[in-house]
């Protein structure tokens, strides 16, 4: 596809769902051959398909962004497939069992921080090399609402998305002189499974509602990824984008 995209790459994690889906496609719509990853199959293979129909390129590489050795086989087969890696949109993530915070057990802080947090650790330390051996590169990690502002009962998503939100702050510094920039989107609700799959909704915070009358989409967040990544941006770097519908500033 024709697109200011046109001959780069894109890995998208958690791409087999929701927001990175939205931005697989996004990114294929401006031209990217895209590199889907996700930990669920099923998800990521329908996502190349969709991608397809549209007219563009991808290809799916079964990834736990929670495993080192996952992580360095994506940047690989998304550079031996597609030559290079322009970008990358870290986006995996679980939201984890809403309950107060002296409730929740060990295993669930490890298994949220080792994907939500930990995975984009994983994930940038192998695409950031690559990046820097062919000259430059925009990384956008996906953060939350909930990287900014506390959520009842979300404690460990909470944690874990001011982690990813605090990584790309440092990450930015860390390559700010070798032209790899790295920002964050910090959605607020968006219509995706995720939320969809909120078993009781009532154990959910209500308190901070957007003031836009509607809840987002993952194309919202998928076009802020798209010009985080863009020329459009290249003075940007270390930024936490909200993509909230004003639900963050009051
Ligand atoms: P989703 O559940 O629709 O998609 C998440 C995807 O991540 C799934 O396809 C899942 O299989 C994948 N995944 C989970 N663990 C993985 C692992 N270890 N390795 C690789 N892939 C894995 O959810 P979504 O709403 O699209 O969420 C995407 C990101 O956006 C998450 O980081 C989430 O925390 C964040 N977010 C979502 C919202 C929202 O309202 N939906 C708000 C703020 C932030």
């Not at 990114?27 to 397809?52: C, M, P, S, Y």
């Not at 062919?134 to 956008?140: F, K, L, M, R, T």
């Not at 032209?179 to 154990?203: H, K, L, S, Y």
């Amino acid at each position: 596809m024709a697109g200011q995209f046109e001959g780069k790459v894109a890995i998208v994690t958690g791409a087999g769902s929701g927001i990175g889906r939205g931005s697989a496609l996004a990114f294929a719509r401006e031209g990217a051959r895209v590199v889907v990853a996700d930990i669920a199959v099923e998800g990521g293979e329908e996502t190349v398909k969709q991608v397809e129909a549209a007219g563009g390129a991808a290809i799916f590489v079964e990834t736990d962004v929670s495993q080192a050795a996952a992580a360095k086989r994506l940047v690989e087969q998304a550079v031996e497939s597609y030559g290079r890696l322009d970008f990358a949109h870290n986006n995996a993530g679980l939201l984890g069992k809403a309950m107060p915070v002296a409730e929740c057990s060990e295993e669930e802080w490890d298994r949220i921080m080792s994907v939500n947090l930990k995975g984009v650790w994983q994930c940038m330390r192998f695409e950031i090399p690559e990046m820097l051996e062919q000259g430059g590169g925009a990384i956008v990690n996906t953060s939350s609402a909930a990287g900014l502002i506390g959520m009842e009962r979300l404690a460990l998503y909470t944690a874990s998305k001011h982690g990813v939100a605090g990584l790309t702050k440092a990450a930015a510094l860390d390559y700010a002189k070798s032209g790899v920039r790295v920002n964050a989107v910090c959605p607020g609700f968006i219509n995706t499974p995720m939320i969809q799959g909120i078993e009781d909704p009532t154990t959910f915070p209500t308190d901070a509602l957007p003031a836009l009358p509607r809840a987002g989409t993952p194309e919202d967040v998928a076009n802020a990824v798209v010009w985080l990544c863009s020329e459009a941006s290249s003075y940007i770097t270390g930024h936490l984008m909200s993509v909230d519908g004003a639900m963050t500033i009051r």
